[in-house]
């Protein structure tokens, strides 16, 4: 049995991931940043332990990756889903909105392959699932600093799959278009209306919608998919 390790995995599209792994068979970990009823409450639901730290600090990932393969063994897949917004348009954006998102979206999943990759080398095997975004391929107005981690880690997967391969490594990019998680449910609703009126398919993604393909990159009959982008957004970004 497979070991599966799901960062921000506790709500939204990575608490859907978890519970999606698990029920195909994975032992699955799920890692929280700050959130800890929130967390527990999950653990309490789906019986998926539950582990905090911050994917933008580089010890606090090694140190989790440790506590997670003392639980449960050596993590063989590894989803990057952790992620955060912090808006603005440029002209109004602060150094500190930029710097934290880099640091999250970019800087963590960084931090987290570099804690799990030595491993999948010595194994000769690894799944890793990036969580991009749909505004990482068509830019969004407001979310320069969101945009650009998004679009940097269709880059880095590219990179860590050319690195990987020859071991049994892929590393693929799943890119959501809007989905129905608690952080779109903050739009406001004029601005929703504005974002359906521009998706084809007429609604938002549902988190299992996304978790279904993260599923099916992290099976091991996925090993000659490597270096790819998957788009999930009901046709609103064709590339």
Not at 68 to 85: F, R, S
Not at 137 to 152: E, I, P, R, V
Not at 168 to 177: C, D
Request: proline share 3%.
């Amino acid at each position: 049995m497979r070991v599966a390790l799901v960062t921000g995995g506790t709500s939204g599209i990575g608490a859907a991931t978890a519970e999606a792994l698990q029920a195909a068979g994975y032992r699955v970990a799920a890692s929280f940043a700050s959130r800890t009823e929130a967390a527990q409450a999950f653990h309490a639901r789906t019986g998926i332990p539950v582990f905090g730290w911050n994917v933008a600090d580089f010890a606090a990932c090694e140190t989790g990756v440790a506590r997670v393969e003392e639980a449960l063994g050596p993590v063989e897949v590894l989803v990057n889903n952790a992620g955060i917004t912090r808006d603005g348009m440029l002209h109004k954006m602060s150094a500190e909105q930029w710097r934290e998102v880099i640091d999250v979206n970019l800087g963590g999943c960084f931090n987290m392959c570099r804690a799990v990759i030595a491993g999948m080398r010595e194994r000769r095997f690894g799944r890793i699932v990036n969580m991009g975004s749909v505004n990482g391929q068509s830019g969004q107005m407001g979310q320069t600093n969101y945009a650009a981690t998004k679009a940097g880690l269709i880059g880095f997967t590219k990179s860590l799959a050319l690195e990987g391969a020859a071991r049994a490594i892929t590393v693929n990019l799943v890119a959501p278009g809007y989905t129905d998680t608690a952080m779109v449910e903050a739009v406001a609703p004029e601005v929703m209306a504005r974002i359906l009126s521009d998706i084809p398919a007429g609604r938002l993604a549902t988190p299992a919608e996304i978790a279904r393909a993260v599923v099916f990159l992290a099976a091991d009959e996925s090993g000659f998919i490597n270096g790819a982008t998957l788009s999930i957004n009901g046709g609103k970004y064709m590339a």
